[in-house]
C-alpha cells in the first residue's frame, strides 16, 4: 500500500509518536559525503497475522538534492520484527532535516493506527580540497603485474594436448582412411594388377636417359605392391635392403630369381638416386625378368594351394 494521503489521516486520526527513524550509511563512513548512499526506514514490532501497513509515498517528498535512489522494500529480521527502508543519496553539501516517516497500521481487529517516526538531521559535506598546495598529476599508467608460471600453465597444458591430437590425427586417421579404402575396394588378384601395369612400360621409348628414373620406379613400384599383396611383405614402406632381407626364403623365391632381382632394385636406386645412365642391355632385362618374378611367384602359390587342396 503506497501512495497515501496522509493530510487526510492526521483530521480523522490519531498520531502516535514512535521515536526516531533509522538512518544508516551504507557505505559505514565517519562522516557523510555528497552521493554517498542511506538507509532510510523503520523497525515495527512483531505484528500479529492479518494486520497490512501503508508507508509514504516519498517519491513525491524526494527532489534533486535529496534523490530516491531504491523505493521501499520491507523485511523480516530474525528477532520478528519487520524492517521497511528506502534508499537516498544527498547531492547537496548542507544539513539536511530528513522527512518525517508516517506508517498506517491496520490492525487484525479493522482498527487503524497512524504510527509517525522523526526524521533525524544530517550533515553532509565535499571532499576538502587544499587549493593552495593542489596540483593537478597527469593519469597514471595501468599496472601490469609479472605473469607467473601457475597463470600460464593452464593454457601452455591445454595448448601441448591440442598440438599432441593434431599430430595423432594427422599422423593415424590418413592411413586409417587408406587401409579403409584398401579393404573397401574390390581388388583384381595381384599377379594380373601387376602384369596389366607392367605391360604400360613395354617399349623402348623409356631407355632414353632423360625417361630412365620414370621407367625403374615405375617397375619397382609395381613390384613392390605385389610382394605386399603376395607375401605380406609392406614392401612399399621399405628399402631395398630391408625389403629383401624380408624376401629371403619366401616360397617361390629362387636364389637365382632372388640375385636378379635384387641387381634390378639396386640399379634403379642409382638410377633414381645417383643419376646413373643404365645401358640398353640392362634396360631390356628389366620388364622380362619383372614379369619373370611375378609369374614364377603366382604359379608357386597356385602348386601350393593344390598341394592344401590334396
Known sequence: MRGLL??????????IPMGQAELKPLQQRDSALVADQFSY???????????????????????????????WQIDTLKDGKLKADIVVAPFEEGEYEMPD?????????????????????????TMP???????????????????????????????????????LLCVFLPKLFRRKSKEEKVQEPAHIEALRELEKYRSDKYWVPSRQKAFYSGITDILKNYIDRRFGIDAPEMTTIELFEELKGCE???????????????????????????????NAQALPLSVNFVTSTYQAQIEEEGKNVL
Request: aromatic share 10%; proline share 4%; glycine share 8%.
Open 6 to 15: 496522509f493530510a487526510l489521516l492526521y483530521i480523522v486520526l490519531d498520531i
Open 41 to 71: 526506514g523503520v523497525l515495527l514490532d512483531r505484528e500479529d497475522a492479518g494486520t497490512g501497513i501503508g508507508l509514504t509515498d516519498f517519491s513525491k517528498i524526494c527532489n534533486d538534492t535529496l534523490v530516491l535512489v531504491r523505493d
Open 129 to 167: 580540497v587544499d587549493t593552495a598546495t593542489f596540483s593537478i598529476h597527469p593519469l597514471k599508467a595501468q599496472i601490469n603485474y609479472p605473469v607467473t608460471f601457475a597463470e600460464t600453465l593452464p593454457h601452455t597444458a591445454g595448448g601441448l594436448g591440442g598440438i599432441a591430437v593434431i599430430v
Open 252 to 282: 617361390g623365391v629362387t636364389p637365382q630369381m632372388y640375385e636378379s632381382l635384387k641387381k634390378l632394385f639396386e640399379r634403379a636406386d642409382y638410377v633414381k638416386f645417383a643419376k646413373y645412365v643404365a645401358d640398353d642391355e640392362e
Open 101 to 125: 516517516i508516517y506508517v498506517l497500521r491496520r490492525n487484525a481487529s479493522g482498527s487503524i493506527d497512524t504510527l509517525r517516526f522523526s526524521g533525524p538531521s544530517l550533515s553532509v559535506m
